[in-house]
Each structure stands twice: as C-alpha cells, then as structure tokens.
C-alpha cells in the first residue's frame, strides 16, 4: 500500500522506467540500458529519474567496476556486493588502510 501511494500520479513512462528498475534487482542498472529498453528520449528519462528520487523509488548507485556510469536501483534494495566491492571498499574507493590494518 506504501508503494502504491509513492506511484499515485505517475505516468506510463514513469511506470515503465520503475519497472525495469525493479527488474534489475540489487545490481542496478546503467542508465543506457534503460534508455535502450524503455525507448524514451534522455531528457525525459533525466526527469523521470528526478520524480522517481524524489518519492524515493530509485536511488542513484556507483559501481566499483564503472565509476563513471550512473546506476539506479529501488531505493530500499541494498547493493549487491559486485557493485559495491564488499568490505574491501569504502564509498567506491579501495580502501587501502582498511587493507594494510589486516
């Protein structure tokens, strides 16, 4: 019921990019490929995005093995540790010290 009050008011393409969100699971997923499955232009998509955070649906995620590509996943999954590097990485960097202290 909470998810359902959060989607009151959006549109078919807001729906359609949450639902390939959702579809990705704890991986995320890179803002081309949703580009490239939903066929909605970037403009839109970059608004859908902002809409979609804004009601915390979907949050922005970064990979340790893509720094420079912006993943979404719904907001309430945790990363997967793939995307995160696990233990051995804080806030996407290789934490060095944390290494060297073991």
Request: aromatic share 8%.
């Amino acid at each position: 019921a909470v998810e359902a009050s959060k989607m009151q008011g959006l549109d078919a393409h807001s729906k359609l990019v949450y639902q390939v969100i959702e579809s990705a699971g704890n991986k995320g997923i890179w803002t081309v490929d949703i580009r490239v499955q939903t066929n909605i232009p970037q403009a839109t998509l970059t608004k859908i995005f902002k809409q979609l955070e804004t009601r915390k649906l979907i949050k922005p995620i970064k990979a340790v093995t893509a720094k420079t590509k912006k993943l979404y996943m719904l907001y309430d999954l945790v990363p997967a540790k793939e995307i995160t590097g696990g233990p051995w990485y804080t806030e996407g960097e290789f934490d060095h010290e944390f290494i060297a202290e073991l």
